[in-house]
């Protein structure tokens, strides 16, 4: 199965670099007094951020559904099952010339079969959901990784961008 990479399609250096406009206003960024740049491109990441967990929460939760759905038409058809073979065991039972403790043990040994069947079922499930968790723990946290790393990035580019905008400020091309 492909990975999902929950930060998408979208490069965190094309939103928030000197010269892109990823802030919440329409000033150019390098023109921007670093601070403010810095506090809307915080507010801009980490709104990506939560918005990147949470699809990923949904994601989750629609497989979980669907496992779950999974499971409740597999038990059902499973009690189905037992409801029909419990049905006919008398008649092929008295068919086979078979009566009394016999048939209490064929019973018993249906209704044990039944159970069996169940546990598989619910034992497929546990070990399916917990594939799918841990697949999107490991997504969550690749992506949690990747923010990691482009928001240090982001902050040494700012770090940078601060040395210039005092560099300017100082030498007066600013006009501040």
Do not use: C, V
């Amino acid at each position: 199965m492909a990975r999902t990479n929950y930060y998408g399609s979208l490069g965190w250096s094309d939103l928030f670099w000197p010269g892109n406009s990823g802030g919440n206003s329409n000033q150019p960024e390098q023109d921007k007094e670093p601070s403010q740049a810095h506090q809307d491109a915080e507010t801009a990441i980490e709104d990506l951020r939560k918005k990147y967990l949470q699809k990923a929460k949904a994601e989750f939760e629609s497989k979980a559904q669907k496992l779950r759905q999974e499971r409740d038409e597999a038990l059902r058809e499973n009690w189905i099952l037992q409801q029909r073979a419990e049905a006919a065991l008398p008649e092929q039972m008295a068919a086979a010339g078979i009566n009394g403790g016999a048939s209490e043990s064929t019973l018993a040994n249906l209704r044990a079969e039944y159970q069996g069947n169940r546990n598989e079922i619910r034992d497929g499930f546990i070990n399916e959901l917990g594939e799918i968790s841990a697949e999107n723990s490991a997504q969550i946290a690749e992506s949690e990784n990747k923010y990691n790393e482009q928001w240090l990035e982001y902050l040494l580019s700012l770090a940078k961008m601060e040395e210039e905008f005092d560099r300017k400020k100082e030498l007066g091309y600013l006009g501040l």
